[in-house]
Every structure is written in structure tokens, then in C-alpha cells.
């Protein structure tokens, strides 16, 4: 059952539907991303199933390098990389942020003294997880040859509000649409987490959980 209503994060129009008496889930598409809200304490991110392969063959051979660098390089500088991000305060809880050619803003729902104009911080943080490992799916489907179909996923990250408290929990639910077999799938996902820079933190230190589904039949859970 959907009820319409006004999205706790954009302050959008938007819908909820009833999983069950005890959790309503909140879904909003927003250019072509699907973001889901759940109860308090919980922060989810999903990204929409669709064609993953369509690469220009510039791009392919592109990955391929970036990627192959990355398994055979010996060169300890290139190894050290690093990334930056550049923040200025607006006005109430609302700031700019400049990431090299790109600016967007952090905001938070007006419960929380914000106003609406932008994700919140924990928003982007398993954003940023969730995108991160499926670029890995997408990289290494792409240099090893493994067809895929469509790919899509969702994260959802558990955390105690508890003051010095943090994450305690993130689930991953990765979708895949392949005529691989299983365990060409399974490799997949072992080597798409051991490529990604932001599951290998987090794994140091909050429970991580992959559940693995291929053609919609549930192939693996916490593949760590």
C-alpha cells in the first residue's frame, strides 16, 4: 500500500509503502537514484537496476588500464593515492562542498534544523560506499569479460546515536542479472570488495554484510 507524503530528507513529494506493522520504508527517485528511508537509526541507499555494460570502447580500454595499473604496478608512489574535498559554511546546517570540478551541498531535514536543500551527511556516507564498490563490479566486469546485464544494489547502514557512537552495521544487497555461472559471480563480488578502498575501511571497523543475488536467487551472504 503506498501513501503519499513529503520526503523526511528533500522535502519532496514522495511515497511510503508498509513492509510490515513495524517498518515503513520511504522511497524517492531523485535523477535516476532511488533513495529508500527507514526508521530512525537507519540510513539506506539504493541505486536503479538498468544496463551496465553500455561502454564506449575508449572508456573499456581506459578501465582496463586504470585497473591493470592498480594489480601490477610495483611503483609505491602511484600506489599512495589520495583524494580532497573543499567545504564552506552557508547558513543554518547547510554547506557548499567543491569536489575538483563539481559543487554540491549537505544540508539536513528541517527536524534536525535544516532546510531540505540537499542530502544529509550520513546520506552521502554509504553513498559514497555503496557507489564505490559497484564501480568495482562494473571495472572488473569490464577487464575480465564478464557479461552482465543489469546491476543494481542498495546499502543500509545501522548506527548508534549514542554520543562517541558510530556505524554498527552495513548491509549490502547486490543484485546481478548475468548468464554467468554462480561461482564466476562469486568471484565477482569476492574481488569487487577487495578492490574497493572505502569496504576495505569500513570493514576494520564496523560489521559488514554482503547479501549476493543472481537472477533474483539469493547465491551468497557475508561473503567476507
Given at each position: 500500500?503506498?501513501?503519499?507524503?513529503s520526503?523526511?530528507?528533500?522535502?519532496?513529494?514522495?511515497?511510503?509503502?508498509?513492509?510490515?506493522?513495524?517498518?515503513?520504508?520511504?522511497?524517492?527517485?531523485?535523477?535516476?537514484?532511488?533513495?529508500?528511508?527507514?526508521?530512525?537509526?537507519?540510513?539506506?541507499?539504493?541505486i536503479?537496476?538498468?544496463?551496465?555494460?553500455k561502454?564506449?570502447?575508449?572508456?573499456?580500454?581506459?578501465?582496463?588500464?586504470?585497473?591493470l595499473?592498480?594489480?601490477?604496478?610495483?611503483?609505491?608512489?602511484?600506489?599512495?593515492?589520495?583524494?580532497?574535498?573543499?567545504?564552506?559554511?552557508?547558513?543554518?546546517?547547510?554547506?557548499?562542498?567543491?569536489?575538483?570540478?563539481?559543487?554540491?551541498?549537505?544540508?539536513?531535514?528541517?527536524?534536525?534544523?535544516?532546510?531540505?536543500?540537499?542530502?544529509?551527511?550520513?546520506?552521502?556516507?554509504?553513498?559514497?560506499?555503496?557507489?564505490?564498490?559497484?564501480n568495482?563490479?562494473?571495472?572488473?566486469?569490464?577487464v575480465?569479460?564478464?557479461?552482465?546485464e543489469?546491476?543494481s544494489?542498495?546499502?543500509r547502514?545501522?548506527?548508534?546515536?549514542?554520543?562517541?557512537?558510530?556505524?554498527?552495521?552495513m548491509?549490502?544487497?547486490?543484485?546481478?542479472?548475468?548468464?554467468?555461472?554462480?561461482?564466476?559471480i562469486?568471484?565477482?563480488?569476492?574481488?569487487?570488495?577487495?578492490?574497493?578502498?572505502?569496504?576495505n575501511?569500513?570493514t576494520?571497523?564496523?560489521?559488514?554484510?554482503?547479501?549476493?543475488?543472481?537472477?533474483?536467487?539469493?547465491?551468497?551472504?557475508?561473503?567476507?
Open positions: 500500500m503506498l501513501r503519499s507524503g520526503c523526511p530528507l528533500f522535502g519532496i513529494p514522495c511515497y511510503s509503502s508498509n513492509r510490515s506493522a513495524k517498518l515503513s520504508v520511504i522511497r524517492v527517485l531523485i535523477t535516476g537514484q532511488l533513495f529508500e528511508f527507514l526508521p530512525e537509526g537507519i540510513w539506506c541507499y539504493s536503479s537496476p538498468g544496463p551496465v555494460m561502454i564506449s570502447q575508449v572508456r573499456k580500454e581506459l578501465i582496463k588500464e586504470h585497473l595499473k592498480r594489480r601490477e604496478s610495483k611503483d609505491t608512489a602511484y600506489l599512495q593515492g589520495a583524494t580532497r574535498i573543499d567545504l564552506t559554511y552557508e547558513e543554518d546546517v547547510r554547506h557548499k562542498i567543491k569536489a575538483k570540478d563539481f559543487t554540491f551541498y549537505v544540508d539536513e531535514s528541517e527536524a534536525a534544523g535544516g532546510t531540505n536543500r540537499g542530502p544529509n551527511p550520513l546520506s552521502f556516507f554509504i553513498t559514497g560506499a555503496l557507489s564505490c564498490l559497484m568495482q563490479y562494473v571495472r572488473l566486469a569490464t575480465d569479460d564478464i557479461d552482465i543489469e546491476l544494489g542498495s546499502v547502514g545501522h548506527f548508534d546515536r549514542r554520543i562517541k557512537g558510530g556505524f554498527t552495521r548491509i549490502y544487497d547486490i543484485k546481478i542479472k548475468s548468464t554467468e555461472n554462480k561461482e564466476r562469486l568471484d565477482l563480488a569476492k574481488n569487487a570488495e577487495d578492490y574497493c578502498y572505502v569496504h575501511t569500513l576494520k571497523a564496523v560489521m559488514m554484510e554482503t547479501n549476493l543475488y543472481l537472477n533474483e536467487e539469493l547465491i551468497s551472504m557475508n561473503l567476507l
